[in-house]
């Protein structure tokens, strides 16, 4: 009989078209009868490989396949696929690299339709092995059959029982809660190893190898719908197409499935975008940053974060508010977990008058009633406590998640078997998810396991930096799942323009709506002089040229000039800048009005070789260069992204007003950094970079003081 | 027979005065006879108190004492120590509150002059527990005991097989390696079991409970000169006598032993240095970092941080270079290293080309001689590669540390066996340390930890993060070792010199050799216009008043004057500042010439509660308090730690000359700080904080442009 309440939420699911037809990979990652192509007793691989299906309770057939057709591991041998005689839905090839064409076509030819390849000596080597691979694939495909790998140490699908892999998988089996999948082999076992450690199970776990056919894009798009798994553990060394990343990121986020990543070479800069400041401001690793904040991804900085993160997320799902409550029994935990909380970010919110009058009713009169709420050890003594603490601040309306601080310790049993229960009582039944926070980061413990299982206790995580930093990125990716972004941009249309001069490029940046400052060009000192006095009041002189990119290292600027300064400075830039770029053609010198006070902003975009135009905003002048101190995002931005840049600035405090100067209007600048990426998404993918610098800003008056257009050379993409 | 070798060693070190005489507090640490107060069957912290005599070997004799005498734990009862006959060393009180003092009473009549005491209810609850605390002292140094706690766990000194400790120690003790002092008790608990975990020996346990009579500094101060403990952990809430734990640092550093410490509540602010714009830039924190460096002490931010840093300081001591050659079998676990080899100023120097000729003999084709080196999976099969990179990169000039990054895997006896010879034949012999780093921190294997015993291997370290971290503190404290620092200054002798005004502290800090800017003091609109052409050029004019510390919020200071807008200026200044302060004195307006170009910089003195007098710097003018970008150190400072100082700003680049502005001088900088620095200690105790903001620079020429002192109020210690 079939429960009617799982089915009712299925259909209401289908109603809003959350679930997808059955994944095309689904039927590939759970075959029922296997052939290990390459088996033999001698070899490691071979032995690794093998034990897997017992360990995971395969319940299909397993086919020793070997060139001599020789018995292994107890099996009887085949000399091929072929000799087996009946139907084999996937093949796992750990033959030598010259055998691999000859097993692919052997598999195919036995009806085999799925391979996973372990030999090496493909894409990873050089050209050489890059073109062996093409041609791998290419014959298989033409024989109908999909490669996963080569080079990899493959996939277990835990959920089905499925092992093809030689990646070691350890009894026991624990319930599956998160998927990882690594573009590391041997990241993929280390960090199955880590995540039986702390007691997180494995739905899933694929190391993906030379990704020939089926990448991390694929498998993630498969596991978003993939039931048994909660979260989805990856670690990247590089995302190959980030459309289909971006895709499957979508679909998680509209159906609450978490997914976090680790992906390493975050110091790396782009060559493509060293053509202006803005490229060397961008640089890659923030660019990813920002293609994670948009799709709702978390992302860690180290490999103990990820498997971590994801299994907090898999137990506690989304909170329905940010703040976190933490109960302690221990001022110098509480201290420790105030200074993290600082650090990360992570929202403790005072508890409620309330929450703190029904804990004065059974606190210890020494405990303290902040957050992070310390009842002190007494808790030992009298375990009623944990339930009752946990209780009350499950019941602030502030609170979305309560972390208890309890570290049940290795060897005491004692301890164990009075505090668990008191604080599985605590946890049972409650809305809000519970956790329990060790101070420092353990392997789980048998004994505290099994108590763990009988009392239904809640999720164990440690040490407190890891848990503090993992329930913020919970916290965080909570808030962002009401979101939708838009389209990767990858390639954008051209309106057909191409403006290269400061005077081009702000002509062109006042048709969307942006205000540009006025100037004219002027060619002789007296047409200078006669440009300011029509301004009024003093101005500033820049040299006027499509070849000259910094007009400042070229004596092309001087500022603050009135009267017959005017002419004078004229003169001192033509000459300067004909000695400093005497190549560069000159269009004459622009004459613009001084703005005085306010601040100065930078906006400037390029293009991202992966996640196509970006913007970067920060602070201008010179701080930007200086501080480095700028914010990212894909293009196109909306204006509440664009607010919430402007405030992660390290120099945010400045645009609050900063002695007596007007605050900046955040709304205002926003909407005019939006229509700067618009403008610069409608010069299409040729274009290398819009920078305007700086984009001058007084309360709510906001002016773009100087613009460059710089183009890819030789102008690529323009369809 | 005497060895030798030691004995030689230790003639050298009396010559150079390091061996002190025996500690105070070793033969207290090390008794012979313990007396457990309070004993009894059904007491949990009994039953942990005495099963730590059998783990830990105690070779003394241990004595039960209760009030009626009853037998314990198989053990003879005895109504009081008086009973017992002979001579006691120690004793642990673990008695209720309100038989605490009968029981020192008892204690000290049967001659024990050493009590650990565990029972709580003084001065870690109230006034009255503060109170009760200080009449225990009293009471128990009056009979001649010393007591250690009130309110602690006590401490095992593993080395002398002594437990006078509720901390439960668990087989297999582990050969001494590191000592933990901590300040909370459930902290020093976790600790213990992390580093047991972490197969890192614990030569001394101590969690110092209300530090009545002893104290963190006192405990290191003894470990310092214990020689089988190797590194000094320390978990501290507070620094008591900052005095104490500067003199054992300061000691420590000069035998090489290295100390570190995670000390918690990084948030707070003192209130005392509130006074003043300095006072909220410094900060507590900064304070206790500035200190930390200062003396050679490293800081880690987490309990994970602390025990494995020490652990690997342990092992490898210090380094004569600071270089570190990492050798990794994956291209994933190479990048990643190098991703937080970046991020934590952890210097990877490239191999040198002999290095990498050396590596080319035997590196597999598709490997990488970058640094980090990627000898590939390879070496799995041939494990001599282990061997020949650890022995390559080790004899590398510009490398100090070798890490061998390899995940002994947990389960795989045949890649164990197979591996770890090799990596061990590598380290053999070598001159420079090697490390084995794990790519996630887990709990040290049984089997990989008896292989290690067997093989002789290096110090196992994960995770990668905390490796990385804790390699680049080891490579940090080397560097720090030929310092040492001046005595500490927490009260300076005074001058008898009080400027408050800015024309008065600027023309006593002229006294010292600053340059300051030159000023008038006017009291008309004529009379500033008349200053004004006698200095040419533009002025500044500034309202003169002890009331006034911020004179911009008050209209009270005009830039870039000339002409007849000075005389019109004067007029401004002194109508708004009679609206915004009417109740300022007022002695008048300050003329000086502006200074163009160049760049601001500050600094300001504080004195902190438990450090005393600091410094701290920065660039100046709004982007102090916009960024909070400042360095602090104690004072007297010097010139080159001034400019370390200077070069950990992010506004740093601003100092190495920008866009064509000239290079600031940053020994002309140096030299200056630290006469302001001497100018503020020459003030005394009673001067809250000395503020220089701006400190004008610009190449070599530097001035400051305002200053103000801030007096304690009331002024206080002004002998």
Redo the contacts between chains.
Sequence with gaps: MQDPAPARAMKAEKLRGIIRVAHRLAALFAPRSIAMIGATDKS?WSQ?IFRNFAVCGFPGKVFMVNKRGTPAHGQPGYASCRDIGEKIDAGYIFVPLEAVFDAVEDAAAAGINFLSVLTSGFA???AAGKQLQAELLTFANARGVTIFGPNSLGFVNLTASTPLSAI?I?PPVLPPSIAVV??????A???Y??AQ?QNIGISFIAATGNEGQIDLADIIDYLVDEPSTKAIAV?A?TIRDAQKFATAAEHARKIKKPIVILK????ALSAQVALAHTGSLVGDDKVFAAACRRYGVIRV????DL?LTAGLLAQTGFLRRPGIGVVS?????S??V??MA??MGVVLPPLAPATIAALREFMP??GSTLNPLDIT?AALRDTSLFTKSIRAVAADENVGLVAMCF?P????H?TIDTALPGVGEGARGLTKPVVIV??????SNDYARGKITEHGLPFVIG???HAMRAIGKVSWWSGELGKSAPPLHVKGATNGRHPVTERETLDYLAEFGIPVIPASIVTSGEAAAAAAAALGGTVALKIASPDIAHK??VGGVRLGLSGAAVAAAFEDIMASVAAKAPDARLEGVIVSPMRAGGLELFAGTAQDPIWGPVIAIGLGG??V???NDTATSLLPVSAPEVVAMLKTL??A??LQG???APPADLNAIAEIIVQIGNAALALGPGLASLEINPLWVSGAKIEALDALAVWAEPAVNQE
């Design positions: 490691f690794e990873e080597t050089d070691r350890m690594s573009q590391s082999g041997a990241s076992v280390d960090l190893d880590f450690q670690f060394e390493i070479g975050r110091g900085a180290s490999a103990e498997i029994l221990s001022g110098g935990a201290t420790l105030a200074d600082e650090e009169q020494y050890g570290t310790p290795n060897n005491i004692q060790t101070t420092l980061l353990k392997n040490g407190l930096d400042t290292e010179v701080w260069e200086a501080l390290r120099g405090k400045l900063f002695r007596g």
